[in-house]
């Protein structure tokens, strides 16, 4: 008997996919939800805090999830926005039902709301309320500066979330971007236990491990403090995800069932916890899509992982990833993306008016090689073939379209490698007659990757002996100049600490701020200013400042 289709089991839920929620499958019972409630929870109460997400000029995702005592029926919950943080001005509010079928989350689209403001929001059972959350909605016309965070790679059982604490407590962005991996499925035990202590396949330990992320402070106060705008990586299903499938290392069909149905319930579980809107209600594998802040930025988030990517190549030199593009690996059709979102990312940067142009983009675009050497030789060698390195063709059709059609004042902001690493994106980056790092011929645009909030843990000492990681990882670590060295379109890398990224937008530069954070294995407030890099308008070149 063939594995069910992963499109099968989700084309009965498509009529609730507006709401980001599919009918439960692979549980325990038909429908039945886990109760994710601490022990003694007594009435409705609200254990996992409140979110926003994808903010339009007049909407915005709010999300919460009920506890309740009584999990066997439904639950009608009330929510409300207000114009002010004292809760005397409300301008929309309404009642949502919430049952075990959608884990007992709450997704409201609030509508009517004005541009570029703030705006409070809670919700209520009985007597039961929960905490207050502050969320802010796109600017239209002609804004003069965004301010965005950037977080990604938040392993709960590799560190403390100082990083996530210090993004909360910042009053000075609008939204902040997760460039995924959101949740982690393993059985890590490191800093913290996983909750579940498994490898989470099910669609109730998915929830559980959401739930379990969702309960800690730091995270809920960046939430409460801030609207998100996600998109997954690999870990919020398996690691090593790609449309079809998934690393063979980390999930085993005769261990963990069909990888149709493990990605199905990722995905469910993901549509229920996340705030996000879907912007295909037929389609709610789709989570790519576009946000507007007036004609200042056009944002592309992208699904580099799920909708359309190609299974990963092992490498082909007999030393582990490392590989040529040759064999496989230069097949013209190889896709990343997948054909309708790469026409779709294409057709939006060629039609875009925008003063600047944004990529929220899972794994690292820009070349990264171990040996370098101009394209038309064959001789470069690359070090990891689940980036876009490892679909040069998918990369280079999306480059030839940037460069045909004089797309300008493009960013890409990348998270997935737990570093801090810059890249002035450009093509053939060891051929001088291609680009030339000192006057910027050849740019296409500027690539800033953002260190994890947790996931590279504290940095480890390595003494001369480098088997205490693999080589990727100790490159990635402590090869940075190395790394750049071969890399001349790299201008920066640190590889040992967390934090997160400021990104501030105006008419005349786009400013890129490394915040980190000293360590995650003990509380701290403590947050320093790494580095800071612009991109002028009109001139694509990446400046230290």
């Known amino acids: 008997m063939a594995p069910p289709n992963r499109r099968d089991l989700l084309r009965a839920g498509t009529a609730l996919a507006a709401l980001g929620v599919l009918p439960a499958c692979g549980t325990s019972a038909p429908g039945a939800a886990a109760d994710h409630s601490e022990p003694g929870a007594e009435g409705p109460v609200f254990l996992h805090g409140v979110a926003s997400g994808d903010p339009l000029a ?8 009920l506890t309740p005592e009584n999990v066997s029926t439904p639950h009608t919950v009330s929510w409300a926005v207000y114009a002010d943080a004292a809760l005397t001005v409300p301008v929309a509010g309404g009642d949502v039902v919430t049952d075990r079928h959608r884990d007992f989350t ?4 609030a509508t009517g709301l004005q541009p570029g403001r703030l705006y409070w929001y809670r919700f209520q059972v ?15 016309g002609s804004p003069e500066r965004v301010r965005l965070g950037v977080a990604t790679c938040g392993d709960y059982s590799r560190g403390l979330w100082n990083a996530y604490a210090r993004l909360a407590a910042r009053d000075d962005i609008d939204v902040f971007l997760h460039l995924g991996d959101y949740i982690y499925e393993t059985d ?12 989470v396949v099910t669609l109730d330990q998915y929830r ?11 995270l809920q106060a960046l939430h409460a403090a801030h609207p998100m705008i996600w998109v997954w990586d690999d870990h919020e299903t398996v690691d090593g995800t790609w449309r079809a499938g998934a690393d063979p290392n980390d999930h085993d069909p005769a261990i963990h069932g069909p990888i149709e149905r493990r990605q199905a319930n990722a995905l469910q579980a993901a549509l229920e916890w ?22 200042l930025i056009d944002l592309y988030m992208l699904d580099t992982r799920r909708i359309g990517r190609d299974e990963v190549l092992p490498g082909n030199l007999g030393a582990g990833d490392f590989f040529t593009q040759s064999g496989d690996f230069a097949n013209p059709d190889r896709q990343m993306l997948g054909a309708a979102q790469e026409q779709w990312l294409i057709d939006g940067l060629r039609q875009s008016t925008a003063q600047w142009r944004l990529l929220g983009n899972q794994v690292v675009m820009s070349p990264l090689k171990l040996l370098g050497a101009p394209d038309a030789t064959g001789a470069s060698v690359y070090a990891n073939p689940d980036q876009w390195d490892g679909y040069a063709p998918a990369r280079d059709r999306v480059l030839d379209a940037i460069e045909s059609g004089g797309v300008d004042n493009l960013i890409v902001l990348t998270g997935d490698v737990h570093a801090s690493i810059v890249f002035e994106l450009a093509r053939d980056v060891n051929n001088p007659l291609a680009y030339d790092p000192l006057t910027g011929r050849g740019v296409l645009g500027a690539e800033f990757v953002a260190p994890s909030i947790s996931s590279a843990g504290d940095p480890q000492t390595l003494g001369p002996d480098s088997s205490t990681g693999d080589l990727q990882d100790i490159l990635l670590t402590r090869g940075g100049g190395a790394l750049l060295a071969v890399n001349v379109h790299g201008k920066y890398f640190e590889g040992t600490r967390n934090g ?12 890129v701020e490394y915040w980190t954070v000293p360590t995650v294995t003990r509380i701290t407030d403590e947050q320093a200013l790494d580095a800071v890099f612009e991109v002028h308008a009109g001139d694509p070149r990446v400046r230290m400042v």
């Not at 890590?188 to 490898?199: F, I, K, L, Q």
């Not at 295909?280 to 789709?286: F, K, L, T, V």
């Open 500 to 511: 997160y990224l400021v990104v501030d937008i105006d008419r005349n530069r786009t400013r």
């Open 126 to 140: 009985g007597d039961s309320r929960s905490p207050v959350g502050r969320t802010k909605t796109l600017p239209v």
């Open 106 to 109: 709450v997704k409201v689209d």
């Open 208 to 218: 559980a491990r959401y739930a379990s992320y969702r309960r800690e402070a730091d």
């Open 274 to 295: 996340q705030p996000i809107r879907l912007p295909d209600a037929s389609n709610p594998e789709r989570i790519y899509r576009k946000f507007a802040f007036g004609d």
């Open 188 to 199: 890590r035990n490191r800093v913290r236990a996983h909750e579940p202590p498994v490898d």
């Open 58 to 65: 007049d909407r915005v995702i709010l999300w919460t999830r």
